[in-house]
């Protein structure tokens, strides 16, 4: 998969800006606060429906301006798609596919896949579970609708049921009379989305385990393997029937500790991902090197297992992570690019990792060679 040309107009600090890529290492290349991070937000946003800077798209609109446009021309292994996003102050956004409006945000992610590697990513291994919960939603999202659709679905109940349980003191017979349709409906997605994320844990912890073998040499053996809520066997998620039966009992039989909590305590929104070098929990006692070789190879993992269900490789986006690592990492992501698109920002000098390079400054892109 390759994303041939980016249009865009009046998003962040862009006023207009036009850029084509090649389909190997494309450099952004620039002083800080120009505009580098800026692009590669908008070839995200058009792949999954959502910037991972903000949650509020009127941000992404330039100021003074009342609507932003990102225009995505990429090629799949089939054919030439496109898709064009336009967010309006005080509107929802507006989303084509070739040319023809879809409904919803969800209608398209899947369609361009990327993978995002930011120097947030670092802290993968020790920041708290809800960063590993979203590195599974995004990397699962774009390889099955179905679990898109799902999660959507869960948090709209979730937020349901938790206003229920904040309501439940002062209106206990409406709690009594509808927490067992909001529990059921509940056990029912968060089977659904613990086997996706089982299964798909188990094809990535295989990933992991080669990349972090090639940076680090063989000597610690990484394992991940997800850890629900309801403390089972990561295998027994696989049983959809069985893991919504025990969420359902979970959820009708702690009522007062979830009153007493607030909140609902039992669910994927609470699951994580148990992070092992020989055997030991990666985040209390990995150091912060292996941590870090930890992180890349679960984002290097990502693209590779995205490249065995989908036959194609997804669009990498590296976020100025070079000045992140020590030379060694360095030179293994370097490796890494090859027989794939690489669209990454940099401040850095740029000649050790060669490729086509875009000169940016002031949102104004200029190509330098390639």
């Not at 800026?38 to 330039?62: C, P, Q, W, Y």
């Not at 006692?285 to 070789?293: L, T």
Request: net charge neutral.
């Amino acid at each position: 998969m390759y994303c041939n040309r980016i249009r865009v107009s009046d998003f962040r600090n862009i006023e207009f800006a036009d850029v084509t890529f090649d389909e190997g290492v494309n450099i952004l290349h620039g002083a800080n606060a120009q505009g580098k991070t800026n692009l590669l937000e908008a070839i995200g946003f058009a792949a999954i429906g959502k910037s991972f800077r903000t949650s509020h798209d009127e941000d992404m609109v330039r100021f003074g301006a009342e609507m932003a446009e990102i225009s995505i021309d990429f090629t799949d292994s089939v054919r030439k798609q496109n898709i064009t996003v336009r967010m309006m102050k005080g509107k929802r956004k507006r989303i084509e596919l070739n040319g023809v409006k879809v409904g919803r945000v969800s209608d398209i992610v899947g369609t361009f896949r990327t993978v995002l590697f930011c120097p947030e990513n670092l802290s993968l291994i020790k920041d708290g579970p809800a960063e590993r919960r979203n590195y599974l939603d995004v990397a699962i999202s774009q390889l099955y609708p179905v679990y898109l659709k799902s999660l959507q679905r869960y948090n709209q109940i979730l937020k349901e049921r938790n206003q229920l349980i904040r309501n439940a003191e002062d209106d206990r017979r409406t709690f009594n009379d509808t927490v067992e349709f909001w529990s059921s409906q509940l056990a029912r997605e968060a089977a659904v989305i613990a086997s996706y994320r089982v299964r798909y844990l188990k094809r990535a912890s295989e990933c992991i385990r080669d990349c972090f073998f090639e940076m680090m040499g063989d000597r610690e053996i990484p394992t991940a393997v997800y850890e629900g809520s309801s403390h089972r066997e990561a295998e027994e998620y696989e049983d959809m029937a069985q893991t919504e039966r025990i969420y359902y009992d979970l959820l009708m039989n702690n009522h007062e500790r979830e009153i007493g909590a607030g909140s609902t305590l039992w669910g994927i929104h609470k699951d994580d991902i148990d992070i092992k070098l020989n055997g030991k929990s990666a985040r209390m006692f990995a150091s912060q090197g292996q941590q870090r070789s930890l992180a890349l190879a679960m984002k290097l993992a990502e693209g590779e297992v995205c490249a065995q269900i989908c036959g194609e490789k997804p669009v990498f986006l590296f976020d100025d992570v070079f000045s992140e690592l020590d030379s060694s990492r360095r030179a293994y992501l370097s490796g890494k690019m090859t027989d794939r698109q690489v669209i990454m920002t940099t401040c850095e000098p740029y000649g050790s990792v060669g490729g086509k390079l875009i000169e940016v400054k002031s949102g104004v892109y200029t190509q330098k060679n390639g």
